[in-house]
């Protein structure tokens, strides 16, 4: 990774491997972006028992996000199984503890992307990704769908969505990636890390 390269933040919430195959695939469109570099982060699962503390290391997958995540990256890519049709409580939790990046406008203006994966194929897909959009829109981001241009929208019968990528993991969360699912996930990368680029050289 060169340090002076945009840094496109991935920060995802995966309980059984779903949500993190996509922001493999959205890391993968980002890097195939010149002179751009991915950055995987995950945050720790919200415990039902209040002395509960998670390890400062995952056992697996990426690094937990931190305050210099945020500050250091150029654009977002925000990820999160579905939860009865919205973002997953650990991901809430990480957000609602930003008051002080919204506070100093650390995200202001920066592009962002929302992902996510769901047990059915009608279970809240696109209702998950637009309640992750409000906290962005709050930071002042400007968000970015996929467009229409990318075919696989018109064709997909699994995940994929105008408002972002999806995956249809299905109830035991076996489904593999479909290959709809991989082009808009690896295009959404990309159109993400290339929008960062060109507003970095615009500054």
């Known amino acids: 990774m060169n340090q002076t390269n945009p840094i496109i933040l991935v920060l995802y919430y995966s309980r059984h491997g779903a949500t993190r195959k996509l922001a493999e695939l959205i890391a993968q469109g980002i890097e195939s972006v010149p002179g751009v570099d991915a950055r995987l982060r995950t945050v720790p699962a919200v415990s039902t028992v209040a002395e509960s503390t998670a390890p400062a290391i995952p056992s697996a997958g990426a690094p937990y996000v931190d305050a210099q995540d945020l500050a250091e990256c150029a654009g977002l890519a925000l990820g999160s199984p579905t939860r009865f049709g919205n973002m997953a409580s650990s991901l809430k939790y990480f957000l609602d503890g930003t008051a002080a990046e919204w506070l100093a406008g650390t995200l202001s203006g920066k592009p962002a992307v929302v992902f996510t994966s769901t047990g059915s194929l009608h279970g809240g897909q696109e209702s998950t990704l637009l309640s992750m959009m409000i ?46 699912e991989k082009r808009l996930a690896i295009a959404m990368g990309r159109r993400l890390a290339d929008t960062a680029a060109r507003l970095q050289g615009a500054r």
């Open 135 to 180: 906290p962005l829109l709050h930071h002042g981001m400007m968000i970015m769908g996929l467009p229409y241009s990318n075919p696989e929208l018109m064709t997909t019968t699994s995940g994929g969505t105008p408002y972002g990528p999806t995956h249809w993991a299905g109830v035991d969360g076996d489904k593999p990636v479909s290959d709809d």
